[in-house]
């Protein structure tokens, strides 16, 4: 399972862009690269993934460079109600996987 | 509307006692997961199951046990309950048997404190 790492806390405010890189630098070949958000008290919701190049959602875009060792996730002009905690998963499509979620960006939004 | 649904939601038990968390989803998925979440950990897979009669081990399964005897239901089982085992615990489902990578839905959580 690749190791991910993506900044521990950010900061933003109302209304601007926010990326949010993670680095994967041992991705294997059939890995996927998935985002969830999580608000406090509840379970985690599925953003975007993505396998390279861009994929983009109604939330947000998930841009893979061509070596795929590293992903940014992008939110366009953020409010308020996307101050949450953000995990990149990097995973297989088959079992005996410990998909793991990491501890995540801590992303504050200030009005 | 389909749900994925757990309980209790929140549960303070003793040392030694077994306890049993609910999990229950009306996707009709076929893939289930128990997690739980400690600061500083981030979320780490306890069991997961692919299907009916089919249950494995995760990243912490110590202490712990599942069984699937049908589509809906994952329960989790703290044999004998610890302090450590006190912790935010999240159930979640997928389609797509045998694939981690599909989206997981995930449950309300359950917060158990062991004394």
């Known amino acids: 399972l690749a190791k991910t790492t993506q900044p521990i806390s950010m900061d933003s405010y109302e209304g601007q862009e926010v990326n949010i890189t993670c680095s994967h630098n041992?991705?294997?070949?059939?890995?996927?690269i998935t985002w969830y958000q999580q608000f406090p008290s509840q379970g985690p919701r599925f953003i975007i993934q993505g396998y390279k190049t861009k994929v983009t959602n109604e939330v947000a875009s998930l841009f893979i460079p061509a070596d795929r060792k590293s992903s940014t996730l992008s939110l366009p002009r953020v409010s308020l109600s996307d101050t949450a905690v953000y995990y990149c998963?990097?995973?297989?499509?088959?079992?005996?996987?410990?998909?793991?979620f990491g501890t995540g960006t801590r992303l504050t939004i200030i009005p | 509307d389909a749900e994925i649904t757990q309980s209790p939601r929140h549960k303070i038990t003793e040392t030694g006692r077994q306890v049993t968390l609910a999990c229950h989803q009306t996707w009709n998925h076929n893939n289930m997961f128990w997690y739980r979440q400690d600061l500083g950990h981030g979320l780490r897979l306890i069991h997961y199951?692919?299907?009916?009669?089919?249950?494995n081990k995760g990243e912490v399964s110590d202490g712990y046990s599942v069984s699937r005897s049908n589509t809906e239901d994952l329960p989790l089982t703290l044999e004998s309950a610890a302090s450590s085992q006190t912790s935010v615990y999240f159930c979640?489902?997928?389609?797509?048997?045998?694939?981690?990578?599909?989206?997981?839905?995930f449950g309300p959580g359950t917060r158990l404190t062991v004394l």
């Open positions: 199951s692919y299907g009916v009669q089919d249950t």
């Open positions: 041992n991705i294997a070949t059939n890995d996927y």
């Open positions: 998963l990097v995973v297989g499509n088959f079992g005996n996987e410990k998909l793991t």
């Open positions: 979640a489902s997928s389609e797509h048997r045998g694939s981690m990578r599909n989206e997981q839905f």
